[in-house]
């Protein structure tokens, strides 16, 4: 296999030659990257006869259920102890696996960080990171080819759907040729592209469009409509009874505005907590400014959680928006 992480993927595949027990988990607030990939790693594993389980703090949400194996992602884990191994999936950051978690894997003896995040630091035993690659699923994808597995119809359709949710339906500027191919390859092996799409994108719940309509009445625009800003309140979940995971996807409506080169989600959390969803187009980092407040991600999609009431931090954080747009303006 032409890779230049050729290494860390052997070094991955020696080391679940030699276990048996494997735990598989990705970050709080999963999107179809992190499902896709936790289900893509485990059904790799059961292939190669392997004890794999799948977790997620967080319930995964509406448009992922179909996914082939989504009913054996649990939320907690009972005995750390029956397990070898831990792999950590499309986490850029060890706690980003929710507290519960964190502390059941660090009892695990090896911790295999799989992750395509720019981080603020390495972690695990293992840590093989590639920030050029689309999506965790790509990672995987080149993963398979170094194990003495084939492709089969399951793991291409939860492999394609992570490509698929990370690069925004091959919109994104992370799409490219290599994307593509790998994309065609899944196809052969059995995903199909129009059912996964029906699912993923035409299976909203009543309670979500709800929602939505409530984050769009409220979007601001700043900047000569560079800038655009909306909320998400405990409030407004309470009164559309959804759910967090009916939220999934939100801030691409935000980008979505021709004008805007940065967008930025603002959802209220518990304990006192804001999670800002920021996307971007062009030369805009929202990782660099992500980073600054100890989040993460990538240049055109990041995030990070600060305390704070949402409508001090929306205000706080709108106008250094701002300011990084002016200095990205003196710039050019």
């Known amino acids: 296999m032409n890779n230049p992480q050729h290494d860390v993927i052997q070094e991955i595949g020696a080391s679940i ?5 494997f735990l598989v988990a990705t970050h709080v607030r999963p999107d179809g990257d992190a499902i896709g990939s936790v289900l893509s790693m485990t059904h790799l594993l059961h292939r190669l006869g392997k004890k794999a389980d799948p977790y997620c703090q967080d319930p995964v949400p ?3 259920r179909f996914l082939p194996g989504v009913g054996l992602i649990g939320a907690r884990v009972l005995e750390p102890a029956h397990y070898d191994v831990a792999i950590l999936v499309d986490c850029g950051d060890f706690l980003r696996v ?17 992750d395509h995040h720019i981080a603020h630091a390495s972690f695990g035993n293992i840590y093989w990171s590639n920030t050029s690659a689309s999506s965790a699923c790509e990672m995987l994808y ?13 793991l291409a359709t939860t492999l394609y759907t992570g490509l698929l949710a990370d690069s925004g339906s091959f919109r994104f500027s ?6 593509l191919e790998m994309a065609a390859n899944l196809v052969a092996a059995g995903a199909d592209p129009a059912f996964i799409a029906e699912q993923v994108y035409d299976s909203a719940s009543v309670e979500s469009l ?9 979007i601001s625009f700043h900047a000569g409509d560079r800038l655009a800003t909306a909320e998400l309140s405990l409030k407004m979940f309470a009164e559309t009874a959804a759910s967090p995971a009916d939220a999934e996807g939100f801030i691409n409506f935000l980008r979505s505005v021709k004008t805007v080169e940065m967008a930025m989600l603002f959802r209220e959390g518990t304990e006192g907590k804001i999670n800002v969803s920021m996307r971007s187009k062009g030369k805009v980092d929202v990782a660099s400014f992500a980073q600054r407040q100890g989040g993460g991600g990538h240049r055109h999609a990041a995030a990070f959680e600060i305390s704070g009431t949402l409508p001090a931090i929306r205000s706080r954080f709108t106008q250094e928006a701002l300011t990084y747009l002016e200095r990205m303006i003196w710039k050019t």
């Open 174 to 179: 992370n799409t490219n040729q290599r994307v």
């Open 62 to 64: 509406t448009a992922y």
């Open 98 to 114: 929710g507290t519960g978690l964190a502390e059941s894997i660090g009892r695990v003896p090896v911790l295999i960080s799989i």
């Open 210 to 218: 709800r929602l939505l309509a409530m984050v769009l009445a409220n």
């Open 17 to 21: 030659q030699l276990s048996q027990r």
């Open 142 to 154: 080149d993963l398979c080819l170094s194990l003495p597995i084939a492709i089969d119809a399951d």
